[in-house]
Structures are given as C-alpha cells and as structure tokens.
C-alpha cells in the first residue's frame, strides 16, 4: 500500500472542501472496498479524508412527504434490520442481505455501496489491460474470461458491471441522493443518474464532482405490493450476482423490475415495466433490447427470463 | 505518515503511534502481539481475521488501526482463557469444531456475535419472513457465517458447535 495522509472530518461541507483541494485526496468510511484495492495499490490516494464519525449521518428518519432518508454512514446491516425497512421497502432489505458477509455488512456504508468498483477480474489485476483502471490500456475482458461480465450498457471498450445488490433496490425504488459539494451547496441526484455508462470513458463512474459527498439516499414514500429480490450466484451465499431481479408487484399485475449483474450500473427500463402484466418473455425482451453478450455470458440472457418467471410465480401463485 | 490513536483491547487499554497503512489486523498481531486474530487473505474474503469492534464483528484486515481511535475491542484472546473458557470456545472443542485450527478464533468471534445479531433481531438472507422476529435454526447459522472459511471443510462440526453454544445460553 502506497504511504497517505490521514486525517479525520469534521462536517460533511468541511470533507467536501478538503477532499476536493487536496490533490490525490479520497473520503474514506466503511473502507471495505478502497481499502481492498488499496492494498492492490489499483486506488492510490495521497491524502484519505475518515468520515465514519461525521455526526448525524447514520440515521434513518421519517421524511416529511412519508419515505425515509438514510444517513450515507448508516450500516448495510443496520439498513436491513430498520423494522421500517422491512415493512416498507422489503425489496432493499432482501437485496442488502444477498450480499457480502456479515462481517462485510457491518462496516459498508449506504453511499459507500452505490459507488463501489466492479469486480472484472481484470481491473483487480495490474497486470492486465484494463480501460477502466488505466484509461486508454485496452480491456482483456473482451476476449478474456467474461462468464460474469455485463450483456447491456457496456461498450467497445469496457463490459465490466456494477455488483451492487442494494443498488439495484434503490434503482427500483427511485431513490434520490442528497450530496454536498465544496461551495456547501447541496443537490440532489436520482440514482436512476448516478452512475454512468462506461462509453468511450469507463474510469469515468459517475457525475460527482470533484470532493461532492453523498450525505444520504431518500426513499419516496413506500409503494406497498409484494416485494422480490432474486439472486442467482455461483454458491449460495456470499458471492457476487450472475443476475438478480429485484421487482415490486401489486395486486393487479401492474408494477416495476430492475436487475442486477447485467449492466455496468443497476438495471432498469421504465418501459418494460409497463409490460410486467403481459409475463416474462415480453418484459425481458424490452429490459434487454440490444443486449451484446460474449459466448461465456450468453447465459444471462435466458437466465434472466427463467428468473423473472419464477419470481413473477412467486408473487401470482 | 504515522498517526497516535488508543485502543481498548479485551479491556485493556493501548496507546500506539503507527504508520497510517497499518490495519486493524496489523496493530493487533503485530505491536499488541496478540497473534489470535489470523491473516489469511487480508482481502475480506476468508473471515480469519474476524474480531468483535464496539459490539460488531468485522474483517480487522479491512479497517485502518487509525479509524479506531478509541474504540473497544474484543479478540478471540478477550472471549475466554484456558481454565475459564468462553461457551463458544467449549463448544467447539466439544464438537471438534477445526482440523487445523488457522480458521477457528474467526470463526469463534464470528459465531458469538452471529448469536447476537440473532437476538438483536437482526434479519438473514434465508429469514423466511421479514416481519417475524429472527429466529435460530441451523440453515440460518449456515448463512450467517458464510464469510468465515474453513479449507479444512470443518463446517458440519462447526454448526454443531454454534447449535450447541446456541442452547445453552437460550
């Protein structure tokens, strides 16, 4: 690990003023993932600016208008435990619980879990090409081994996916983020937008600026319906999506579905929600359209279906 | 870069000055010797570095000593000693709960504060209901302590012993 600067924040306006003036500076919290690939020395901040203890950040509150605002700083596992959570926004709590360990849960952080990295193989080993660790190196993951690689969104340069689970639930959920910048203006930005698509600039992850942190997600009010996440993996637990579909459906067949481990960020086309009451195959085709796979993700495609079909059983039995 | 920090280790307390990369892990084994807590991946992935911070239990290879200025800190050193043994620790020498025994004070932190994240009703991947209070069965045991490995392959014993150390103190 390359050798930093470390010091501790005193309000979210502060840290976004000093991550944002201090060349090579990060915000640090959980830490599970920059530390991870700190050790890889693939992220190599000079200066990490701990916002762990920020005060107020780790809490959930009622929101006037009847959602919820979760401190960025709050705890996956404290996020799927919230009584409130599991009532309301059932689909968030399953889809925190699928991933990572329990050790894992109770370090990463709510903003920290949208903005983490991909798991391309490629981009953890420095010894690769990789687009995304080293603009312009190439991508060995087209051509290489790409079994868990994205088939929507990616590019002619990086096919690498976002392998959030919770993500995905907020993008269900149309959840917004509440950032601060370093004038100490503060904005807000659907996770719908968030994330952006690789394109020809794939270290390029998001519209953040420069030192802009998240402060917290806000949760319009709950939608009622009943709730899926399905994950499909290697093993049981503890492992990253091959595909997941999380889906909100309501009495009368109407309702909304993303998924995960398909695309570079969550999965989401409003149009194909329209088409839930006329099954799977049709709601599939529209949330896939285009879809580019390799021959080890192909895969995806039917997987994709047969797991949408399942749950839509699930929740019409 | 090197930054002072205090720790409370197993009720102990700790001034240290260290290097701002050291972990968690490191600072344990390394300037406090207490060599129970293993490096087996230092990457989050094996659960042998697992110790119990301010109630939680978490990867110590993956936090920064520095980020724990004054927090308390439980190791597998602090559970129980010979002669006055924590009941997790009984438990698995009962059920012969390890071969090697490089994963097993992970697996023993973890397991006690999967016990507690029980009772504090804390929700699994595999609770059947969301609603009702979490419960205790074997398939949750199973689930929560997917990130500790074994290469052994001691699971079922370590089950057992988690089962056993469960009922006891119900």
Redesign the interface.
């Known amino acids: 690990?390359r050798?930093?600067?470390?010091e501790r924040a005193t309000s979210p306006a502060a840290a976004a003023a000093r991550v944002a003036g201090t060349p090579g500076a990060r915000f640090?919290a959980g830490?599970?993932n920059l530390?991870?690939l700190m050790?890889l020395e693939i992220e190599t901040p000079a200066h990490?600016v701990?916002i762990?203890r920020l005060a107020g950040l780790d809490r959930i509150e009622e929101t006037p208008e009847g959602g919820l605002r979760i401190g960025a700083l709050v705890r996956n596992?404290d996020l799927?435990?919230d009584r409130r959570v599991?009532?309301d926004y059932?689909v968030l709590?399953?889809a925190l619980?699928?991933g990572?360990?329990?050790?894992?849960r109770?370090?990463a952080t709510t903003a920290g879990n949208l903005l983490q990295r991909t798991r391309c193989p490629y981009f953890y080993d420095g010894n690769q090409p990789c687009n995304k660790r080293m603009a312009g190196s190439g991508c060995a993951a087209i051509g290489g081994f790409s079994r868990n690689h994205a088939v929507v969104g990616a590019s002619e340069v990086c096919i690498a996916t976002h392998p959030s689970d919770m993500a995905v639930a907020m993008r269900l959920l149309d959840a917004i983020v509440e950032t601060v910048r370093a004038d100490g203006s503060t904005h807000a930005i659907p996770v719908a937008t968030l994330l952006t698509l690789p394109g020809d600039t794939p270290h390029v992850e998001h519209g953040l600026e420069p030192g802009e942190l998240i402060t917290a997600v806000t949760l319009p009010p709950p939608i009622g319906g009943t709730h899926v996440y399905r994950k499909v993996r290697d093993r049981?637990?503890?492992a990253f999506a091959l595909i997941a579909v999380g889906m909100v459906v309501q009495e009368d067949g109407s309702g909304r579905v993303a998924l995960g481990g398909v695309a570079p960020r969550p999965w989401r086309v409003e149009d194909a929600d329209a088409l839930l009451p006329r099954g799977a195959r049709a709601t599939v085709e529209a949330l896939l359209t285009g879809a580019k796979t390799t021959s080890e993700n192909a895969f995806k495609l039917p997987l994709v279906e047969r797991t949408l079909v399942s749950a839509l059983a699930e929740v019409r039995p | 870069m090197r930054h002072s920090l205090a720790l409370t280790v197993n009720g102990q307390d700790h001034a240290l000055e260290l290097d701002t990369r050291t972990t968690l892990l490191d600072a344990l084994r390394e300037h406090l010797h207490l060599t129970g807590a293993k490096k087996g991946c230092d990457h989050g992935q094996c659960g042998a570095c697992t110790v119990i911070v301010e109630g939680r239990r978490i990867n110590s290879c993956l936090t920064l000593a520095v980020m724990h200025d004054g927090d308390a800190i439980t190791t597998i050193e602090g559970l129980g000693a010979p002669g006055d043994l924590h009941p997790m620790q009984a438990a698995f020498i009962k059920h012969d709960g390890y071969q090697c025994g490089y994963c097993t004070p992970g697996q023993i932190c973890s397991a006690v504060a999967a016990l507690d994240e029980i009772r504090a009703d804390m929700p699994s991947h595999v609770s059947p209901d969301l609603d009702a209070p979490a419960t205790f069965s074997g398939e949750e045991i199973r689930e929560r302590m997917s990130g500790n490995l074994c290469r052994c392959g001691a699971y079922s014993n370590i089950v057992d012993a988690i089962t056993d150390a469960a009922e006891e103190r119900v």
Do not use: V
């Open positions: 690990m050798t930093f600067d470390y640090i830490g599970t530390l991870d050790k990490l701990d762990s596992s799927a435990a599991r009532r059932a709590a399953r619980l699928a990572a360990s329990g050790q894992l109770n370090k049981s637990s503890y």
